[in-house]
């Protein structure tokens, strides 16, 4: 099996039918697949979240995929530190790219992993290796763990709640798509700010 197969087989409609399915082990389903996608970035976060939302109603689907999300995250973050200095991640570690974003993270801390964190399209698995990597605090990661999912993982879960009003009511659904679209926009704003930061460093090297 592929991963085009595996990334078609993950749908909405797939997803809830897995959670009926295991509707017995109560909520743990929901926390098992927000946290595996800590460890594995083909996982579909959004996807999700949303049947999170529309199997267990808004607040409760929210609190679900939140509590997965972040404990996935720390445990993540957890075992790099624990391990980091083994072969393979000090591989990843020497890698121009992974050390530019490593001292970027450890020169403005809290800020840009929160900022990461508030994009449901960020790469999780990734942000967290490279947190662990680097010399940010424990309490700074948590914190923004904590708070950066929270703002992702509601702003997904409303969507998922309903998904009927979003044909229903048109302008909700306007609503969320230019919120989408603002959380696209200002993480490749970001992303672009850490580009931006990398040539400098770069040219400043060279000089």
């Not at 926390?31 to 199997?55: G, Y």
């Not at 939140?66 to 993540?76: D, E, F, K, T, Y």
């Not at 919120?179 to 696209?184: A, C, E, F, K, R």
Request: net charge positive; with cysteine.
């Amino acid at each position: 099996m592929d991963i085009e197969t595996i990334k078609q087989w993950f749908t909405l409609e797939n997803v809830l039918l897995v959670l009926e399915q295991y509707r017995s082990f109560g909520v743990l389903p929901g926390i098992v697949a927000t946290l595996l996608e800590s460890f594995f970035p083909i996982l579909p976060m959004f996807i999700f979240v949303m049947a999170n939302a529309a199997a267990f109603g808004l607040w409760k689907g929210f609190l679900i995929s939140w509590i997965g999300a972040c404990l996935g995250s720390i445990l993540v973050f957890w075992l790099t530190r624990k391990i980091g200095q083994k072969r393979f991640f000090r591989f990843v570690s020497r890698h121009r790219k992974v050390r530019q974003f490593m001292y970027w993270i450890e020169r403005h801390g809290f800020g840009p992993v929160f900022l990461l964190y508030c994009f449901p399209f960020t790469p999780s698995a990734v942000v967290n290796i490279v947190a662990g990597l680097s010399r940010i605090s424990r309490q700074q990661f948590v914190l923004a763990v904590l708070l950066g999912k929270m703002v992702m993982i509601f702003t997904i879960s409303f969507i998922g709640y309903d998904i009927a009003a979003l044909v229903k009511q048109p302008l909700r659904t306007i609503a969320i798509a230019v919120v989408i679209i603002l959380l696209w926009y200002t993480g490749k704003r970001v992303e672009a700010r850490f580009s931006l930061t990398e040539k400098q460093s770069n040219e400043g090297g060279a000089e």
